[in-house]
């Protein structure tokens, strides 16, 4: 099993959600995250006080998945998020011990 | 000449005058009642006015500020209306509007204190002869103004000020600047206690006759606020309300000392959303500020209206513009606070300027206070956290000179009033630049250094007996944890 943390733009959600529908992925979780890396902030202006907002907002998608899949998952996301622009984000594969579903007692494959 | 011996005074259009001439005649002796429209307006320009402190200015503010602060700019807003309600009825009304004795000019008396012999049949005088409203509705119009001025003043130590602080100082201030001040510029004897007097001069017949009467109105006229006597013309109140509260402000800001972190951190408004509400409600209530400072419901009111969104329309513009055309990006907070801007220039002109001079007046407003509140407060580096003095004295300061030139007839104003010449009729007196201008400038003169004196020291005192800042833990936690309790948003 794999666990892949995406850093995306925020208005990729929508288009990396449905480029994972169609594979065998159940079930993610998205939070809302600030970070820098390649792109460099911006400057936010109030009444003539300036100020340089280095961290800017990002969504981090993060996604258990069975091993055999995880090539096409990680291909599907950066598929959906790129724009070809900095700051487009970076995915991070993980490998992953073990899961367990909390309802069902479920455990590893079954769980995720 | 009698332009040049007596004060100049607020002026009313000629077509509202000929509608007013005849009930004078016809009732000259009877005592004036208060018409049913003008009682009306009043009432509802009061409650306008009531809405620009609460929730106006508290919303407006409160966006403005870092979510850690917003409850305490709406605490500290609030609990000023409710402490004005009651010292103005108290004794505040009667130190802005009874005579004062010998000390007359500068500041009224204890006559009216807890509303002393003030009833529901008591009339207050307006600017017309013979027209009157009833005085329970000028006590809570000018309620309104004692509650907002103080309410201003909180933008300028905004994220810093101890709650304590600001009730005593609040007290302190109103009581020692903001009475003195509307003394001096709105108390006047009224325009029918002028005519009285001038007619019994005109109907004099021998010597002593006329030496007495004469005397008499020389004694009404003096009856009246320094500035008023020196004609300084204030419709709705640059300098009573705008330049006071900002110089306040500007003491304030500079005694308390700058935020921690300012110039190094973010210090970003949390919710320009809630300051364009603020604003929003802040110009639909200036109507009843401006509007509503005419005390009649007539062409003058609707004139001071009028001013009132073209001035405010064409600075909000013209900060818009100034701030695109050097900072790149047209930016809401700049066309809000361009408004803002224009609102407190059309203040003092709102009656006396014609609606195209008012256009002048905000475009220059928007680009002027624009200028202060970047480039000027960066220079000088003092943290006047909401830009009080940016925007509430300089355009204060502006507006009030501005009215010195714009209520001239020949650019579209209404001209000087002259109650004296022609006893019982208004019309309009000689004006000359220069006089107008100087007394304008004078008034502006009086207006900052009686607040920078006054509240300075009031700053001093609530400084030794209660602290003026909070600890510097509490101002890196956030006001309204460290003082109320309580924070503005649970998600």
Request: charged share 15%; aromatic share 10%.
């Amino acid at each position: 099993m794999k666990f892949i943390v995406a850093i995306i733009k925020p208005f990729k959600l929508e288009e990396v959600r449905d480029a994972l529908s169609p594979l065998d992925v159940h079930g993610l979780t998205v939070t809302e995250v600030k970070g820098y890396g390649r792109q460099k902030g911006h400057t936010e202006i109030y009444r003539g006080a300036e100020y340089a907002v280095n961290f800017l907002p990002k969504l981090k998608i993060e996604v258990a998945v069975d091993s055999a899949i995880v090539d096409q998952v990680v291909a599907a996301i950066a598929g959906a998020a790129r724009t070809g622009q900095i700051g487009d984000g970076k995915i991070f594969v993980l490998s992953l011990e073990s899961a367990l579903r909390i309802r069902t007692g479920e455990t590893d494959l079954d769980a995720i | 000449m009698f332009s040049r011996l007596f004060p100049r005074v607020p002026v009313l259009s000629g077509a509202f005058l000929l509608s007013v001439l005849a009930p004078i005649v016809a009732h000259a002796a009877d005592a004036p009642v208060p018409d049913k429209g003008d009682t009306t307006w009043m009432l509802v320009s009061t409650v306008l006015v009531f809405f620009m402190a609460i929730p106006g200015i508290a919303l407006f503010y409160g966006g403005l500020v870092r979510a850690k602060n917003m409850l305490s700019i709406m605490t500290q807003v609030y609990v000023i209306t409710c402490l004005v309600s009651l010292i103005w009825v108290i004794y505040g009304y009667s130190l802005a509007f009874t005579n004062g004795g010998g000390i007359n000019s500068f500041i009224g008396g204890f006559s009216k204190a807890f509303l002393r012999g003030v009833d529901a049949n008591s009339v207050a005088a307006t600017f017309s002869n013979g027209v009157v409203i009833p005085e329970y509705v000028y006590i809570c119009f000018q309620m309104t103004f004692a509650m907002l001025t103080p309410a201003l003043i909180v933008g300028a130590f905004a994220e810093r000020m101890r709650f304590s602080a600001l009730v005593l100082f609040m007290v302190l201030w109103v009581t020692f600047v903001y009475f003195p001040m509307a003394h001096m510029v709105w108390y006047w004897a009224g325009p029918d206690a002028l005519a009285d007097a001038a007619k019994a001069v005109a109907a004099a017949t021998d010597a002593t006759a006329k030496a007495a009467a004469e005397a008499r109105l020389a004694e009404v006229t003096a009856d009246a606020g320094l500035l008023y006597k020196w004609g300084a013309l204030d419709f709705a109140g640059g300098t009573v309300v705008h330049i006071n509260a900002g110089i306040a402000g500007l003491v304030g800001c500079i005694m308390l000392g700058k935020r921690i972190g300012f110039g190094r951190e973010l210090i970003a408004p949390h919710s320009l959303t809630t300051t364009t509400i603020g604003a929003a409600m802040l110009w639909v209530g200036w109507f009843g500020f401006n509007a509503g400072s005419n005390l009649e419901a007539n062409g003058t009111a609707a004139l001071a209206m009028l001013n009132t969104f073209v001035a405010t329309g064409a600075a909000g513009l013209s900060w818009l513009l100034v701030e695109w055309a050097l900072k790149g990006k047209p930016s809401l907070l700049g066309l809000v606070s361009g408004t803002i801007a224009g609102l407190v220039a059309v203040t003092p002109a709102a009656g006396f300027a014609g609606p195209m001079g008012s256009i002048v007046l905000g475009l220059v407003a928007g680009a002027v206070c624009f200028f202060f509140c970047s480039t000027v407060k960066n220079a000088l580096g003092y943290d006047d956290s909401l830009d009080v003095f940016g925007i509430h004295c300089v355009g204060g300061i502006l507006g009030a000179i501005a009215t010195g030139i714009l209520v001239a007839p020949s650019l579209g104003g209404v001209g000087l009033a002259d109650y004296i010449s022609s006893p019982g009729h208004l019309v309009a007196g000689e004006y000359v630049f220069s006089a107008a201008v100087l007394s304008q400038i004078k008034a502006v003169a009086v207006a900052i250094t009686w607040s920078a004196v006054g509240s300075a020291i009031i700053y001093k005192i609530v400084d030794m007996v209660v602290g003026l800042r909070a600890e510097p833990e509490e101002e890196r936690e956030g006001l309204d944890l460290a003082e109320h309790g309580e924070r503005a948003y649970n998600y």
